[in-house]
């Protein structure tokens, strides 16, 4: 079963009631390396990532963990940070061949 609610990563929440565009700053910022993800076109451990528009989820691999946007209905834009397995990390960098990779 997909599900469609944040509450299923079980994530902190950096960010929250944001909007697009401080969510990708925010990632370019403070991420090594980013992917821009189109709506609704990512499951990762059995939840749709749920978007209106393109945005960006950072990957740090040293930290080893994952910025992930997300739309709750009710609430706006959040931005979660989850810990992240080769798994994870695999499927965003699967959706970008030529991703930014900072120095």
Known sequence: MVYR???HFRGKV???DVSPAVSDDYI?????EYVEISPDSVVIRDTLVSLSGPMLAGLETNG???????LKRCSG????EIPATKKDLAI????????PLKD
Not at 92 to 99: A, E, I, M, Q
């Open 92 to 99: 965003f960098r699967s959706l970008c061949s030529n991703c």
């Open 14 to 16: 950096v960010l929250e």
């Open 77 to 80: 834009y959040v931005l979660i």
């Open 5 to 7: 609610c944040a509450k």
């Open 28 to 32: 370019k910022e403070h991420c090594r």
């Open 64 to 70: 080893k963990k994952l910025l992930i946007p997300f």
